[in-house]
């Protein structure tokens, strides 16, 4: 695991003690038709149909997208079971964890 890696799951930890993130699919998925959802993180391990149906309603409320990680290690990163989906409730934190996926993509 890269330093970078690193740093995007203790960020997903800290926003997770923040109060900032929604896991799963159905929470992720009423938070983000409530508009309040900045930033949607799918795992690159979850089903086409979740990728599919989180990829149709972020881009219809032009909320942005990102495939990353697997479910087991964005489960753990925010201590819970495996997650496919997460979606992050704060402005800062999406900006933040958007940037550090972008340059570990590089």
Sequence with gaps: M??????????????TRAGK?????DSTLLELKKGKVKLVIVA?????NTKKLFRDKSSFRDIPYIIFSTKLKLGMSIG????????????????RI?????????
Aim: net charge negative.
């Design 21 to 25: 993130i929604v896991s799963g699919d």
């Design 44 to 48: 690159e391990d979850a089903s086409d």
């Design 80 to 95: 819970k079971a495996p997650r496919a989906v997460l979606g992050i409730k704060d402005e800062n934190f999406s900006k």
């Design 98 to 106: 958007t940037e550090l996926i972008e340059t570990s993509k590089k």
């Design 2 to 15: 890269t330093n970078n890696e690193e740093k995007i799951y203790s960020f997903l930890g800290l926003a």
